[in-house]
């Protein structure tokens, strides 16, 4: 018998190259390439380089390292605040020689860079005296938003800026699963790997971890059948799950994404909790997966006979994942906050 999650990692993705030069699937286009040449042409020019990592899989390296590692969240005015703390502190002997200063900002992509060089300039705002316009950095919830080098300015006498830059990953990637991974964190295009498979693998993780089996537990009064009427009827809109900075979301949104991510935890919890086969083997896992997807178009509202049902799918439920609303982290079991090194 073979292991249920690793036969459908290796049944779902083959023996496909991740890596620069071969397979079907390329991590490394050529974009990618010529970023990570900036770069490396740009650090000699820089007084402090921070690095972005997902603080899940970090700290306690760095830390067992002796490094400098900051755990933040770019959205927390607080932790951003202790993060220019360290930077002033780094570049004070700097400060005292070079009229400008540069802070390069690097990282995989999709891993924050953007979200925490704006926080830094709506702190800048209130610290420093910036002359002129305030340019924002480019956000978005697919990897490659940021395509070339911007240099932000955040203060004055001294001038700092602050050099966002491309995500980049290593030309290859050294398995199947560390691939998908990042796929799934969003640091890979969907389109790249398939919004199945990834759909699929995370389906995988959480039955065999036994996620949905908690789900009961967290939200007992909507699993028990209690819903939350809007009052107006709403039309789905798969931008609705993520955020919108210039539009707050209305009572109506609110409700609506809050009753389709019940049902979806509904589902998921009921076609596990009444599963006899075993999760560890491969046909099993399959069959199981199958029959979520089937209860998962129920659950997201996708029509029945919609052509690309299954495409559809998985692209609803990865972006409940990816925006939080499922409650679950597979990467830790603790929430995503960003790390600084």
Not at 242 to 264: A, I, M
Request: charged residues 25%.
């Amino acid at each position: 018998m073979r292991s249920g999650l690793k036969g459908i990692v290796k049944k779902g993705i083959g023996e496909m190259g991740f890596n620069a030069g071969g397979g079907a699937i390329n991590w490394f286009p050529g974009h990618m390439a010529a970023a990570t040449r900036a770069i490396r042409d740009r650090l000699k020019l820089a007084d402090l380089v921070i690095e972005v990592r997902d603080s899940r899989k970090w700290i306690r390296y760095f830390d067992s390292c002796k490094q400098d590692c900051i755990p933040i969240s770019a959205h927390s005015k607080g932790s951003v605040q202790k993060l220019l703390e360290v930077v002033e502190f780094k570049l004070k002997e700097v400060i005292s020689r070079e009229p400008t200063l540069l802070v390069m900002v690097v990282g995989v992509p999709n891993v924050g860079k953007s979200a925490l060089i704006n926080s830094i300039h709506q702190i800048a705002l209130s610290r420093f005296a910036v002359q002129g316009k305030k340019k924002r950095a480019t956000v978005g919830p697919l990897p490659g938003v940021t395509q070339d080098i911007a240099g932000y300015k955040i203060a004055h006498k001294p001038s700092i800026y602050v050099l966002d830059t491309p995500g980049v990953l290593v030309p290859s990637i050294p398995d199947i699963e560390t691939g998908l991974k990042l796929s799934l964190a969003g640091s890979v295009k969907d389109s790249v790997v398939g919004e199945e498979r990834i759909a699929r693998y995370l389906l995988a993780v959480l039955n065999t971890r036994g996620t949905p089996l908690h789900w009961k537990h967290w939200n007992n009064r909507k699993m028990d059948g209690i819903r939350y009427e809007s009052e107006e009827k709403h039309k789905y809109d798969p931008k609705d799950l993520r955020p919108n900075r210039r539009k707050p979301p209305s009572v109506s949104d609110v409700v609506y994404v809050e009753n389709l991510v019940t049902e979806v935890q509904c589902a998921m919890y009921k076609t596990l909790a009444e599963f006899n086969g075993n999760v560890e083997d491969e046909n099993d896992l399959e069959n199981l997966i199958e029959q979520q997807f089937e209860v998962l178009q129920k659950a997201l509202k996708i029509p029945h006979k919609a052509s690309e049902a299954r495409l559809m799918v998985s692209k609803k439920f990865l972006t409940l994942f990816r925006t939080g609303k499922l409650g679950c982290f597979i990467l830790d079991d603790v929430p995503e906050t960003n790390t600084v090194s």
